[in-house]
């Protein structure tokens, strides 16, 4: 059974950094790609970063591009997303997620973790 567990969200004020967290146990990790997502009140679940298997590869969201930079430590099991210059419309529950495809579209993510909440004040 693979388990998901994201760790680093929080209260911060607009221009400042969080950097988020995610283990992943019960399967081989570097056989994963991992992405983030983000979901608003009201709003659907939206990409926010993906990076390959090795983390040669990355692909970020135009509203993120810039600001946030997703990485991964294979022999630790952990994706990272560093968040800085944050901003009020960042403010969202933030997903890690697991899938052996290189892929954006959250309906097609096998694995989720269980989110953590991210709050930018303005």
């Known amino acids: 059974q693979v388990q998901l567990v994201e760790s680093g969200g929080g209260l911060v004020q607009a221009g400042g950094s969080l950097r988020l967290s995610c283990t992943v146990s019960?399967?081989?990790?570097?056989?994963?790609?991992m992405g983030w997502f983000r979901q608003a009140p009201g709003k659907e679940r939206e990409f926010v970063a993906a990076?390959?298997?090795?983390?040669?590869?990355?692909t970020y969201a135009d509203s993120v591009k810039g600001r946030f930079t997703i990485s991964r430590v294979n022999a630790r099991n952990t994706v990272y997303l560093q968040m800085d210059s944050l901003k009020p419309e960042d403010t969202a529950v933030y997903y890690c997620?697991?899938?052996?495809?290189?892929?954006?579209?959250?309906?097609?993510?096998?694995?989720w973790g269980q989110g953590t909440q991210v709050t930018v004040s303005s």
């Open positions: 997620a697991a899938d052996p495809d290189y892929i954006t579209e959250p309906r097609a993510y096998d694995y």
């Open positions: 019960g399967r081989t990790f570097s056989n994963f790609v």
């Open positions: 990076i390959s298997r090795p983390g040669g590869r990355t």
